[in-house]
């Protein structure tokens, strides 16, 4: 009920969207998303190599809150917010800058520090600044070829409409 939006249909999209993308492909280890449409953090995004929390800004628009390089193992760090609102069609586009990012600079010569949240808490700022480059480069120079289209939400979404169960009789 405290949901701001059904986080299901962004799942859906951004699972499409990536799972034969070749910037995918290229990660060094395991590469965690997660999305909460809570007004509460029920997800614990901050222990995410990305976490997405669906929310609403003073215009009443819809979008994303974005924290970058959390986990937990053997060295765990909690992730920072890189993003405070990012509008909701542009998610796949700002996750591929923090992927290219990520595969560009990230390490790869051992396998225990071959993590997004290594790179982040290595680099800090100057992380977040190389990702708003890359999506600003994604946006102006590529024309932003992943903006989620209002068609493409509906046509999502409509897979996550509860059933209409039949009335069941009490006699």
């Not at 998610?91 to 390490?107: D, F, K, M, P």
Request: glycine residues 8%; hydrophobic residues 40%; neutral net charge.
């Amino acid at each position: 009920t405290d949901e701001v939006a059904d986080p299901r249909p962004y799942c859906e999209i951004i699972r499409q969207w990536g799972t034969l993308h070749p910037e995918f492909a290229f990660l060094p280890r395991k590469f965690k998303i997660s999305v909460t449409g809570g007004a509460e953090d029920r997800a614990a995004l901050p222990w995410y190599d990305v976490g997405l929390q669906l929310v609403k800004n003073a215009e009443g628009e819809l979008g994303f809150v974005v924290r970058v390089g959390g986990g937990m193992g053997r060295t765990p760090v909690i992730s920072p917010v890189v993003r405070e609102f990012l509008p909701w069609n542009q998610i796949l586009n700002y996750l591929e800058a923090v992927i290219r990012v990520y595969n560009g600079y990230g390490r790869r010569d051992n396998v225990w520090k071959a993590r997004i949240k290594i790179l982040v808490k290595a680099e800090g700022q100057r992380y977040v600044d190389q990702v708003e480059a890359e999506y600003r480069a994604i946006v102006e120079q590529d024309g932003a070829p992943h903006t989620i289209t209002q068609a493409e939400l509906s046509r999502v979404s409509a897979c996550f409409v509860p059933p209409v169960l039949p009335a069941v009789s009490s006699t």
